[in-house]
C-alpha cells in the first residue's frame, strides 16, 4: 500500500522531450539487436548511430556509453524503487515495504518482455557486463539498505539481517524476471506471487 498520496495535475512532457525519449528508446532498442546478434564487443557507437543516420557525436548525446545504453534504464528504476520504498506506510517493517516497493517497480517491465529478453542475453554473455551488473546491484541494493536504517523501519534489526531481507527480496525480483522473460508465462504479477510466498513462508514446507 502507498501511504503519501499526491494531488494535482500530471505535468505534461513538452514535444522536446518526447522526441528526446523516442530517439532515446529507438537508440536503445537497435544497439541490444545489433549487440545480441554480433556481441557487445564487435559493435561500435558510430554503427549504432548509422542505423538512425545520426552522428557517433549525436549518439552521446543521449549515452555516456556503450554500457549506458544496457545500464542507464536500471539507474531510472533505482530511483523509482528508493521513491516508491520511501512511500510505504512508515510503519511498515523492511520485507513487506520492499516486497510492496519492488512489485510497483515491476509494473515497469510489463512492456518490456522482449528488450529485457535482449538486455539479459547480453549481459549474461558478456563477462565485462555480468561483473558490471552486480557491482551495480551491489551498489543501489547499499543504497537500500540505508534508506530503511535512517527512515526506523529496521531498527531493532541486526546488519545481517537486513541484508539478507534486502537481498532475498531484490533476488526473488530478479529471478522472477529472469524466469518471466524466459518463458511464455503471460503474467509476471503470478511469478512474483510465487516467489514472494516463498520468501514469506520459508523454503522448509
Not at 36 to 51: N, P, Y
Not at 72 to 95: K, N
Not at 163 to 188: F, G, H, K, M
Request: proline share 3%.
Amino acid at each position: 500500500m502507498v501511504w503519501r498520496c499526491e494531488t494535482g495535475g500530471v505535468p505534461t512532457t513538452g514535444l522536446r522531450e518526447r522526441k528526446r525519449e523516442k530517439t532515446r528508446d529507438a537508440l536503445a532498442q537497435s544497439a541490444l539487436r545489433l549487440f545480441a546478434e554480433r556481441g557487445f564487443d564487435r559493435v561500435t557507437v558510430e554503427e549504432i548511430a548509422a542505423a538512425h543516420d545520426l552522428s557517433a557525436r549525436t549518439f552521446f548525446r543521449y549515452f555516456a556509453s556503450k554500457e549506458d545504453v544496457l545500464f542507464s534504464e536500471g539507474d531510472r528504476r533505482r530511483t523509482h524503487l528508493l521513491a516508491a520504498l520511501a512511500d510505504q506506510h512508515p510503519s511498515a517493517r523492511p520485507f513487506p515495504a520492499l516486497e510492496a516497493a519492488l512489485r510497483l517497480v515491476s509494473t515497469d517491465y510489463a512492456q518490456e518482455r522482449d528488450l529485457l529478453r535482449l538486455r539479459h542475453h547480453v549481459i549474461t554473455s558478456t563477462p565485462s557486463l555480468s561483473t558490471r551488473a552486480a557491482e551495480r546491484r551491489q551498489g543501489w541494493e547499499g543504497e537500500v539498505i540505508d534508506q530503511l536504517r535512517t527512515s526506523g523501519r529496521a531498527d531493532g534489526m541486526s546488519d545481517l539481517e537486513l541484508r539478507l531481507v534486502v537481498a532475498a527480496t531484490t533476488t526473488a525480483l530478479q529471478v522472477a524476471i529472469e524466469t518471466w522473460v524466459a518463458s511464455d508465462a503471460p503474467d509476471l504479477e503470478t511469478i512474483l506471487d510465487e516467489v514472494f510466498d516463498r520468501l514469506r513462508n520459508g523454503f522448509g514446507r
